[in-house]
């Protein structure tokens, strides 16, 4: 017999909690590719913990997230504790990224009412053109992550917060982040299979009609969850059509241009790592889509 007993009629939460959003998104198009991870918490009693900021964006803000049941209800089975990423959008006046409409060109968007608030920045436009950052994220990085590409996996979204994996550790020292690739300082053989590991990535974007847009070393992430630390692609909402948006092509040239030239400089040989190259066989794996 199920029990009648209401959690949320007996807890107190803090301020800096609140009751596991899962349930609020109970739309299929809200949560992330099924079947879901073990690890994914989709119990309803669940409480969500932030634990701090993680880092600091131009459009949005990444908090450590912690969703858990009850100390009490803890067995230590998968899908009872997690921590996650929490990435919340902030409307357009308090966003640095000013360049943003480079990005959506091409892109359509569904709901002309919204359209028509956003060019004339009324605060419900605003409001929707986070919306719409946070929705092209958690779309695109569903998309990437069904597609085998190496992405954080996107656990749901909910206006303009997008919930997804944390790419890190977890054990007696606490949380700790994955670093950048920009902050790592990989040995010979290390650099050459990340450029081997990027280079595919950026082929099987264009694979898919895709570019980055914004790829460099500070948007990748090396998961050193792994034995072997490889990297992790991150903050996706600017991915643009290589064909829809007329600076695909040019957003391609500078993703390679960006990676190669760090690779470079950390001593990976140049027929591994030059954005010549590496676009020519991007745009090879487009057209043989």
Known sequence: ???????????????????????????TLDRGPQPFPAWVVQHDGAIDTELG?????????????????PAERLTGAPGEAVL???????????????????YTEGRRTKDSREARAIVRGTAF??????????????????????????????????????CMEFIGTDDERGAVAAPRLQETAPDPATVRRWAERLRDVVVDLA?????????????????????????????????????????GARFLRRDCENLCTWLRAKGAPPSAADPAEWCAASLRSWEAR
């Open 125 to 162: 436009g605003r409001q929707a053109a986070a919306a719409q950052w946070a929705r092209t994220e958690f779309d695109v990085l569903s998309r990437l992550w069904s597609a085998g590409l190496p992405v954080p996996y996107p656990v749901q979204i909910l206006g303009t917060e997008v």
């Open 207 to 247: 694979a898919l009609g895709l570019a980055h847009g914004d790829l460099s070393p500070y948007n990748v992430l090396i998961d050193t969850r792994a034995a072997l630390p490889d990297p992790v692609i991150i903050d996706v909402p600017q991915t643009v059509d290589l064909i829809a948006n007329p600076h």
């Open 1 to 27: 017999m199920t029990s009648s007993f209401d959690a949320h009629a007996f807890l107190t939460l803090d301020d800096d909690q609140r009751w596991s959003s899962w349930p609020e998104t109970a739309h």
């Open 53 to 69: 900021i993680l880092r600091s964006g131009k459009e949005a803000d990444a908090f450590l997230l912690d969703r858990a049941l």
């Open 84 to 102: 996650m990423v929490a990435k919340r959008y902030r409307s357009p006046e308090h966003s640095a990224f000013h360049r943003s409409h480079e």
